[in-house]
C-alpha cells in the first residue's frame, strides 16, 4: 500500500540540481522576458519584484517572485476597516502559497476561495493553486486538487455565495495526497511545512484539508491537535460556504526536514522537535550518557522490514549487539504512532534499511545514533540529503554502513557484470527498473564481522 517513493522519485530533482547554473540562468532568462513582455498588462499590479534570495538548496541562487498579485487599497472598504489583500508566491522552488485577508468564503465542493473586492477591475487576476510541497514532482503534483481563487465584486458575490460558518480564526488549506501515505513525505512534504505555516497562531487556526485520507492523516493526529485547536474540515465535498477574514492557501516550505531559523518564520528543526516530544509526550531529552554512566546498557532499536529490503539475518545481529553490551529491541514499526514514537524515543541507537521508517529518527532522544544502512544501488546521496543531513543537523548523531555486493540478495540473482553492480546510475535511467530491482527485490543479509565496528562506533558516540 505504502509505495516507496522517497526513493524512485527524487532522481529528477538530483539531477536537476545536478544541471546547476545553467538552467537556473536559463530560468532567470526566461522570466525576465515574460516580465518584458507582459509588463504592459501587469498595470495593476503595484508590487512585482524580482529578487534573489540566498541559499536555496545547494547554494544555488533561487528565483523568488515577490509579487503581490491581488493587492487593492479601496477607501471605502479600508474605512470600514475591512482591508482586502492578497498576496501569493508562485515562484517559489517547491510549494506554492497565498496568504489573504479580507472577505473570504471558501467553496468546498467547488475547489473555490472567494475574495471580496469592490473594483472588478482591481481583482481580475484569479490564480490557481495546487497546495502540496512537492511542486518539481509532476507525479506527486497530477493527483493533487487544484484550487482557484477568485475575486469577486462585493454585490455578486453576497448574491452567490453568503456564509454558512462564520470563522473567527484563521484558515490554512493544504493538500495530504501526493505522495503523504508515505511516512516521510507525511513528514517532509505535510506536517514540517504545515507547522512553519501555522505555529504561529498559536492552534487559533482552522485546518482544512483537501485529498483527505482519514485513516491517514489520522496516523498524525496528535500532531495536527497541537497545531490546532479546531477539529479538521474535509473540505473536499463540503458543500458550506466557510467564511474568514484571513486565509493562507498552500504550505511554505524551506527544504525536506530542514528548516532555516533565518529564514521566515524563524523556526528551526529543533523547534520542530521539541513541538513532537511535547505533542506525543515524550519523557526522554538525551540519550544515555555512557562515560557518566558507564554500567548502563544502551538501547537498541533494530527496525525490520517486513516486505523489501529486510534484514535477512536479523538474529545474528541481535547477538552481536548483545556481545557488545546492547539491550536489543526488533521492531516492525507499525501504524500506530503513539507505540512507534514511544518506543525510538526510549532508544540510545536506531538502525534501519534506507526507507521512510528511518524517518522516525525525528523522536530519537538528544545525542543519540542512528545508523543507516544502505543498500546496492547508488544510494549514497539519497541516504545522505534525507536521513544523514537532517539527523546531524539535528543532535543526532549519523553513522553509514554501505553494504558490500556479498551482503545483498542481489547477488543471488543477478550476474556479477550486471548494471546494478556495474553503473547503478546509469540503471537509475530506467526508473522502473531500478525501483524493482533496488528497491523492491533487493533484502540485506548484514556481514555481522564488518558491521561490529559500526556498532562499536555508536557506542563510542554515546561516550
Ligand atoms: C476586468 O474584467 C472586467 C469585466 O470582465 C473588464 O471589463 C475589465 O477590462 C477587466 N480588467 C482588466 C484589467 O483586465
Ligand atoms: C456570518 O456573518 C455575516 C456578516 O456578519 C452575517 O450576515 C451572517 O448572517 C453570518 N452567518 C452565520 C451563519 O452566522
Ligand atoms: C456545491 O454546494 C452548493 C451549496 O450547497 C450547491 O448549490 C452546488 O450545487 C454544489 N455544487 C456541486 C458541484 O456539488
Ligand atoms: C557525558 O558525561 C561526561 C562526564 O560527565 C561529559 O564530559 C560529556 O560531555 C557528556 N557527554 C555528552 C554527550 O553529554
Ligand atoms: C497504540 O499504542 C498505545 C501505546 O501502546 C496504546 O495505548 C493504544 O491503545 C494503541 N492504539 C491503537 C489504536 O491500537
Known amino acids: 500500500m505504502l509505495r516507496e517513493t522517497i526513493l524512485s522519485r527524487s532522481f529528477s530533482r538530483n539531477d536537476q540540481r545536478r544541471l546547476g547554473c545553467g538552467a537556473f540562468l536559463c530560468c532567470l532568462l526566461t522570466a525576465l522576458s515574460v516580465f518584458i513582455l507582459l509588463r504592459p498588462y501587469l498595470g495593476h499590479i503595484p508590487a512585482l519584484t524580482l529578487r534573489l534570495s540566498p541559499g536555496y538548496g545547494h547554494g544555488l541562487f533561487a528565483m523568488r517572485d515577490e509579487s503581490v498579485l491581488m493587492r487593492r487599497e479601496d477607501p471605502t472598504e479600508a474605512n470600514r476597516g475591512s482591508k482586502q489583500d492578497a498576496s501569493c508566491h508562485l515562484s517559489e522552488p517547491v510549494s506554492d502559497y497565498c496568504e489573504m485577508t479580507g472577505d473570504i468564503r471558501v467553496l468546498g465542493n467547488l475547489s473555490s476561495i472567494l475574495i471580496g473586492s469592490s473594483q472588478a477591475e482591481q481583482m481580475n487576476t484569479s490564480q490557481k493553486i495546487r497546495p502540496y510541497a512537492r511542486k518539481p514532482d509532476t507525479n506527486a503534483m497530477k493527483p493533487i486538487q487544484e484550487w482557484s481563487i477568485l475575486p469577486v465584486v462585493k454585490g455578486d458575490r453576497e448574491q452567490v455565495s453568503p456564509c454558512t460558518h462564520n470563522h473567527s480564526v484563521p484558515a490554512v488549506l493544504f493538500s495530504f495526497g501526493g505522495y503523504a501515505g508515505n511516512n516521510f513525505h507525511a513528514i517532509a512534504d505535510v506536517i514540517v511545512p504545515l507547522f512553519l505555516t501555522s505555529r504561529r497562531f498559536n492552534q487559533q487556526v482552522q485546518f482544512l484539508v483537501t485529498n483527505m485520507v482519514p485513516w491517514s492523516i489520522h496516523r498524525y493526529q496528535a500532531i495536527f491537535n497541537h497545531l490546532s485547536r479546531y477539529e479538521i474540515i474535509d473540505i473536499d465535498k463540503d458543500r458550506n460556504v466557510h467564511c474568514f477574514s484571513k486565509a493562507i492557501i498552500g504550505l511554505k516550505f524551506h527544504e525536506e526536514l530542514i528548516l532555516y531559523p533565518q529564514r521566515p518564520p524563524h523556526y528551526s528543526m529543533k523547534d520542530f522537535r521539541e513541538f513532537l516530544r511535547t505533542s506525543y509526550s515524550l519523557g526522554r531529552m538525551t540519550a544515555v550518557n555512557l562515560s557518566s554512566s558507564p554500567g548502563q546498557r544502551p538501547r537498541l532499536l533494530i527496525i525490520s522490514r517486513s516486505k523489501t529490503r529486510m534484514f535477512t539475518n536479523v538474529l545474528e545481529i541481535v547477538a552481536l549487539a548483545e556481545s557488545l553490551g546492547y539491550e536489543v529491541t526488533v521492531s516492525e514499526l507499525t501504524h500506530n504512532t503513539t507505540r512507534t514514537v514511544q518506543a525510538v524515543n526510549s532508544c540510545d541507537v536506531m538502525m534501519g534499511v534506507h526507507g521512510a521508517g528511518l524517518t522516525n529518527f525525528l523522536f530519537l532522544p538528544d545525542n543519540a545514533v542512528l545508523i543507516q544502512v544502505v543498500p546496492i544501488g547508488g544510494l549514497d546521496w539519497h541516504a545522505r540529503r534525507y536521513f544523514g543531513d537532517p539527523a546531524r543537523a539535528m543532535k543526532v548523531s549519523y553513522v553509514e554502513y554501505q553494504i558490500k555486493e556479498e551482503e545483498s540478495s542481489l547477488i543471488n540473482e543477478y550476474p556479477r557484470d ?46
Open 418 to 463: 550486471h548494471l546494478v553492480f556495474r553503473d547503478p546510475d546509469e540503471l537509475k535511467k530506467d526508473r522502473p527498473a531500478f525501483t524493482s530491482i533496488c528497491l523492491e527485490k533487493q533484502n540485506v543479509k548484514i556481514d555481522v564481522n564488518r558491521f561490529r565496528g559500526t556498532l562499536a562506533r555508536a557506542l563510542d558516540l554515546l561516550r
